[in-house]
Every structure is written in structure tokens, then in C-alpha cells.
């Protein structure tokens, strides 16, 4: 079928309005919304025998994969190793036989993730891909396959397969979570009630859509951008970072929050940009004192929070987005719509080639 950009100037911003649809499509293959349930598809091996499991991909997936790391430990209590596949390959890695390795790509292809799938495979691992393409080298070589709804991405910049993704391997956190004895049924319920949450959630996330365009001019103009967060939110500062340049060529970090004064905080002018990304909850009060750092040092704040976070801390910043209040598992999807839409902005507001950002490919089939 002929995809086209429906009302939308761009395929970027048509894929990132799909994202409560195809959240909930792809939701819908891993809840069991009558049983209050996860679910996976069946699979031959005992989930609750896993010992360890590690996540390898490239770009986008890998932040999703990082996102994925701080659910499986805080969850499921299974160690967590991550590595971008270029890496991982060559690193002659120590795995366990027994151990899962799941591999994180949209496009199913490309080549340093499939080389690394092989590598894991050859040392005895059980392979787990998350997915868009089903009919992918990926999915093909999968012990495991989870795919992704996402349907057929075309924007260079991943968007909402990466937020499929993110739900997916949310899904995945509380199977394994399950597995491993961690997760009271009444517990599951809750988690199920969340993740059936995240859709309605994002669709408030993208009713912020003109603001955020409004403020684009804030960031147009800036050479160097920086986006900090804790905790998740820290992979989506560096999603943010990621989106931001591959789009509008701006430079841009993330960073872990507690980090800057270890270096980036050198940067700081009032001329640098700070995304800031801290939803309230036990790690606020900590971003909020390295946002404060940054502001003693003249530097621009946009904080992305919720009410509560944004009358708490909002004052003195350049600009805020408020994102409605959800459970920390499902943040990192709904925090994920501002940071696309912003990097959206700006690189319209710089007039670059939104879907296909120079010297980028969709899927990256060589090494
Ligand atoms: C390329 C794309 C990115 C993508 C990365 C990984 O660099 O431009 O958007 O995140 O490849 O692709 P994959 O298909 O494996 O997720």
C-alpha cells in the first residue's frame, strides 16, 4: 500500500501523531486486559531460569534498550549488560550459556546488530529480538521474536518504533518480573493498568504540540544543546540529544544529571540550552539541584515535568512543558513525545530535510 504523509508536512510528524495508536496496537499483542495479565508469545525455554540478560542495538534502539536495563533490574532483579552492537561484537563479551541476549532494532537489519545476534548465538545464548520488520533477518534467527506494531516507519529519525519498543520491553520487565517470583498478581494489575494508561497519556503529551513550536526559536539558533535526566529519563536525555541532532545538526549531549559537574558543566553559558527531563518522583529534588547549577551559571532551562514538578521548580526557567503525572514505568513514553517534537521544530524552524537528514540512512546494512 502507498503510504503517504495524510495531513501531515512531514512523515516525522505524521509517525510521532501515530504514537497512542500503534502504542496501544502493539500493547495490545502483550496485555491480557480481561485476566489483568502480561503475556508473551509462547516460547521454549523458562523465562524464570534466565540469570542474566544482554541487551545489544544500535541508534535509537539502544536508548530504548538502556530504558529497558534500569526496568529489568529494578523489576525483575535479573543483571542487566548493554552494549552498542559496533562494540559488543569485538569485545569478545562473557556470556553464560543459558543467558538471554535480546537484540533491539526496527528495521531488523541492520548489520552490526545481526552480527552481534550471530555472535550471542554461537556462544549459546537464547536470542530474543524485539522488532518492526517480521519478516527481518531478525526476526527470522529469533528464539524469542517480540515484534513491535508500529507499522512501516519512513522518517530517517526513529520515532514511534522507538516507543513501541519502550512498551514492548515494559511488557517484558514485568514477564520477567513474573518469571522470577517479583510480581504479586495484585502488582501485575497495577502494571497492566499503567501500560493501558500510556496511550492516553501521550495523546496529552502531543496536545502540548503548538507550545512546544512556539519555543522552537529558543533552541534554532543555539550551537551546542545539552538534556540532562536521572534514572530512565537519563536514556531519553540522550534520545532527545540523538533526535535533536541527527535532524536539525545542532550539537547536542545528553547526560546523566549528576554528572555535568564532571565535565559538561564547563559549557554552561547562557547561550547553551538545558532540556531538562524530570517527571516528580524520588529522583526531582536531585535533578532539580543540577538544574539549579546550571541556572547559577546563567544557563536556559526548558523543564519537561509535571504540575507538580513545574510549580515546585519551574520558576526561572527559559520555558517548561508540562506532561501529565504517570507511573514511572510508563514516563519514559510519554516523555519521549516532547523531546521528538521539539527536535521536529527546530529542525523545521532551520529548514533541513526533516525525513532524510544528510549523511543518515534508515537502516544502516553495512559495517
Ligand atoms: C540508523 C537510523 C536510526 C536507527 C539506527 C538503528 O542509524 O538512522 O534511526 O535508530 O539505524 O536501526 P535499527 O533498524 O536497528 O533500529
Redesign the pocket.
Known amino acids: 500500500a502507498m503510504i503517504d504523509k495524510g495531513n501531515h508536512r512531514h512523515f516525522m510528524a505524521k509517525e510521532i501523531y501515530e504514537q497512542p495508536v500503534v502504542v496501544a496496537q502493539t500493547l495490545r499483542s502483550y496485555l491480557r486486559r480481561m485476566e489483568n495479565q502480561v503475556s508473551l508469545p509462547d516460547m521454549d525455554f523458562d523465562l524464570g531460569q534466565v540469570k542474566r540478560v544482554t541487551i545489544v542495538?544500535?541508534?535509537?534502539?539502544?536508548y530504548a534498550g538502556l530504558v529497558a536495563k534500569y526496568w529489568f533490574e529494578k523489576f525483575a532483579r535479573v543483571p542487566v549488560d548493554i552494549d552498542v552492537a559496533s562494540e559488543f561484537r569485538y569485545r569478545d563479551p562473557v556470556l553464560e550459556p543459558g543467558g538471554l541476549a535480546l537484540f533491539?532494532?526496527?528495521?531488523?537489519?541492520?548489520a552490526d546488530?545481526l552480527a552481534a545476534l550471530r555472535h550471542a548465538k554461537a556462544q549459546s545464548q537464547i536470542i530474543a529480538v524485539v522488532v518492526?520488520v517480521p519478516t527481518s533477518s531478525m526476526a527470522r534467527e529469533a528464539d524469542l521474536l517480540l515484534p513491535t506494531h508500529a507499522g512501516p516507519e519512513i522518517g530517517?529519525?526513529?520515532t514511534k518504533?522507538?516507543t513501541c519498543q519502550l512498551a514492548v520491553l515494559a511488557a517484558l520487565a514485568a514477564n520477567l518480573a513474573r518469571a522470577n517470583g517479583r510480581l504479586s498478581a495484585e502488582e501485575e494489575a497495577e502494571i497492566v493498568w499503567h501500560l493501558s494508561e500510556a496511550p492516553a497519556a501521550m495523546n496529552q503529551a502531543l496536545s502540548h504540540d503548538a507550545e512546544i513550536e512556539a519555543m522552537a526559536h529558543l533552541v534554532a539558533h543555539a550551537r551546542d544543546v545539552l538534556y540532562l535526566g536521572r534514572g530512565p529519563d537519563y536514556p531519553m536525555a540522550l534520545e532527545g540529544a540523538l533526535k535533536l541532532k541527527?535532524i536539525s545538526y545542532i550539537h547536542a549531549e545528553g547526560y546523566a544529571a549528576g554528572e555535568m559537574k564532571h565535565g559538561p558543566i564547563a559549557l554552561i553559558d547562557d547561550n547553551v540550552p538545558v532540556i531538562v527531563i524530570a517527571p516528580s518522583g524520588p529522583l526531582f529534588e536531585k535533578t532539580v539541584s543540577n538544574m539549579q547549577e546550571v541556572q547559577a551559571r546563567g544557563g536556559k532551562v526548558v523543564l519537561i515535568s509535571d504540575a507538580e514538578g513545574i510549580a515546585q521548580a519551574g520558576e526561572g526557567c527559559m520555558a517548561t512543558i508540562e506532561m501529565p503525572k504517570v507511573h514511572p514505568l510508563i514516563a519514559p513514553l510519554v516523555y519521549a513525545v516532547p523531546v521528538q517534537l521539539l527536535a521536529y521544530h527546530v529542525a523545521v524552524a532551520k529548514g533541513t530535510d526533516v525525513d532524510q537528514p544528510r549523511n543518515?540512512?534508515?537502516?544502516?546494512t553495512v559495517e
Open positions: 542495538a544500535c541508534g535509537t534502539s539502544f533491539i532494532s526496527q528495521s531488523g537489519e541492520t546488530t518492526n530517517v529519525a526513529s518504533a522507538f541527527e543518515l540512512a534508515k537502516s544502516v
